[in-house]
Structure formats: C-alpha cells, structure tokens
C-alpha cells in the first residue's frame, strides 16, 4: 500500500522534494553539531534543554490529542469521526517520530540512547519516556496500517485490533502525563514545580492537536476529493474550545499561587515571561502574542456560527496551534532555567545550525504526513 502515498502530480512530487531538501540541509548540520558539539545550538550551562526539548514537549502533545479522536469514535460509536479517526492517528505516528528524532538531537552524540537500553533505570523517568513513547508509535503505526488495510479490502476490522485501540487511549494519557513528569519531579525549577503540570500539558494537547489536525484536513480537502463531515469538523472544533479554556484557565491557577503567596522564587518566571526581569525580556512579545492569541481563539470558539464555518474554524485553528506552540514550546521550557539555581540570568537565542536541524526535523514529519495521508487518499478514492 506504501507506494500510493508516492503518486501524484508534479506539484505533489515538487512538494515531497522540497520537505526532502529542506530534511538533507537539516542533515547537514546535525553532522555539524555531532562533530563540533552542542555547542553551536543556543544552549549553555544555565539552559541546558532549548529548541529541541521545546519541539519535543509540543509534539508530544499533538500525538496524544489523536485519542480525543479514538474516544469518540470507538467508545462512543460517534460515526462522523469515521474518515478523520484514521487521519489523527497517521499524524500520531509522525507526531512521536519527530518527538523521538529531537531527543536524539538534543542528545549531541545519538549513541547515547542506548544507554537506556544497556543500562535500564526504572527510577529514572527518561527511562518511562522513552518506553511510552516507542509502545505508542508502535501501537498506533499497527492500528493505522490495520485499519487502512480493512478499508481497502471492504473488511470489517480482525478482532485483535480492537484491545489494541482501547489500549492507546490509556497510552496516550500516560505518554503526556510522564512527559509533564520530567519538568515536574525537578525541584529546583520553580515553574515546573506544580502538581498541575500534567493536567495542563494534557489541556493544551487536547487544543493543540485536534486544532492542526484540522488545519491538515482542511489541506486534504482542498487539494483531493476527499470530505471530511462537517458535523465532525465542528465537533473538532468543540473539543478545540474546552481544551483551550482548560488550558487558559490552569495558567491562571499557576498565576494565583505564585503571586498571592508572593514567593519570589515561584514568581520570578513568570514575571521573566510577562514582564521582563531585571532589565531581560526576550521572551514577553512571544509569551505576549500567545496569550492574545489564545483568548481570541477562545472568544471566537464561543459563537457557534464560527465553528460552523469553516473559513473561521481554520483561522482559530491557526491561533491555537502558533499560540500553543509557543507556549507549551519555548516559553514553558527556557521560563523554567530563568533564573538559574544561582539566581542568574541567562537568556537563550536560537542558532541557524539550530533552527537548520529543527526545520530539517519538522520536513521529516510533514514528509510522512503527505505520505501518509496521500495513501490514505489514494486508497480511498479506489475503493469509491
């Protein structure tokens, strides 16, 4: 089935060559960052997690939201789900191979990982990660190519899929939640430092996925015959709202605690976010921008007209995801190291080699998105 997700027209070709180049130039300069070292990225003692970890968080995110999909549509035999359930769970699978891809960046030297294999820590949470994630690429790559495989013959699913499905839900909750247990079990970064950390990573993911699964959808759309309902499409749009509300509303719990206990330490990344510290404030148009963002999204989710047309559905869509993005992705991440443990402040800028490697990351996954997606397609249009 794998070589329908390779025909197209020129235009189609040209694309996959594009997000191929973009992929060999991102190469490049990871062979770069092997041989020289970490440091060409931004990074530094006081900031030892950047760009890469920021990405990874966030793409965690985008490929546990695919149960908000899964829940619907196997639990609740929500039948409008039927084309986009398959859809949410290929970009799951290209959600955690990007996810793993900027770990291995990160790492500097790739062979690192197999630490974790030759020396197993159970009491290390990177260990957990690490195997949540591979079982979850793994289960929803199987259910997809299943499931697919079903369509293209006209067969109802084998029955030893559906324990498979009904395992993903509770895998998908656990991959965020023991993601969010890496910043939240680290005591000496106070912005992480919350018992709400993993409610919240949840909360954004389940605004931040279905809203660019409906971007994506809204390309296949344009580009095929391929119609998604629009009772589902709406209802993306439902799930994109409350996720989002839940999202604003957990920040403004965190904001609650650190400044009405007036606790320097618990404040001071939050003041560096939104205000500047001590003459630094490199981050507050971002962090700025995100906020504004998400709060017109939100007010443009409440009217139901908005949700039911499809234009402004996309453009919310839009603000979620770049408002999620830098949120969950660099505000979350550089806040928790200023200020240091020492009380310094060190900010953090984003290298070419850096954003090289970060783009060349980001052409993989969109490569196997179309891939994917087209053979999708392609196998659909044949069996009409």
Request: charged share 10%; with cysteine; aromatic share 16%.
């Amino acid at each position: 089935m794998i070589e329908n997700g390779f025909k197209g027209n020129l235009y189609y070709k040209a694309w996959l060559l594009f997000l191929f180049c973009i992929a060999a130039n991102g190469l490049y300069h990871y062979n770069r960052q092997i041989s020289e070292g970490l440091g060409i990225t931004g990074m530094s003692r006081d900031i030892s997690w950047g760009f890469y970890v920021s990405n990874f968080t966030f793409l965690v995110g985008i490929a546990a939201s695919a149960v908000m999909l899964v829940i619907p549509y196997y639990i609740h035999h929500y039948k409008k789900f039927h084309r986009a359930a398959l859809y949410g769970e290929w970009l799951a699978v290209a959600a955690v191979t990007m996810a793993g891809l900027f770990i291995m960046a990160d790492m500097g030297q790739p062979q690192r990982a197999f630490n974790i294999l030759l020396h197993p820590t159970p009491s290390s949470i990177l260990f957990w990660d690490m195997y949540v994630l591979t079982g979850y690429l793994v289960i929803n790559a199987v259910i997809a190519w299943v499931c697919l495989r079903a369509e293209k013959s006209l067969l109802s699913l084998p029955g030893w899929v559906k324990p498979l499905i009904f395992l993903s839900i509770p895998w998908a909750i656990a991959i965020h939640t023991v993601t969010a247990f890496l910043y939240a079990g680290l005591p000496g970064r106070h912005l992480w430092l919350t018992a709400i950390m993993a409610p919240r990573f949840l909360a954004s993911a389940f605004a931040s996925g279905p809203a660019f699964l409906l971007i994506l959808l809204f390309v296949v759309k344009k580009l095929s015959s391929q119609v998604i309902e629009s009772e589902a499409v709406a209802t993306l749009g439902k799930i994109m709202l409350y996720g989002m509300i839940t999202n604003i509303f957990f920040y403004g719990l965190e904001f609650f605690t650190a400044f009405y206990s007036n606790i320097p330490d618990h404040k001071e990344s939050l003041q560096y976010l939104f205000f500047g510290l001590d003459g630094h404030d490199k981050l507050v148009p971002w962090v700025r921008t995100s906020l504004v963002l998400g709060v017109i999204s939100v007010i443009m989710l409440l009217f139901s007209k908005v949700r039911d047309n499809e234009n402004m559905l996309i453009v919310s869509a839009l603000l979620i995801f770049v408002s999620t993005y830098i949120d969950k992705g660099m505000a979350l991440i550089i806040g928790g190291f200023i200020p240091s443990t020492l009380g310094e402040i060190t900010e953090y800028t984003i290298t070419w080699p850096e954003l090289s490697i970060t783009l060349g990351i980001w052409a993989i996954g969109f490569f196997l998105i179309s891939v994917f997606f087209k053979m999708t397609i392609q196998i659909r249009k044949e069996r009409a």
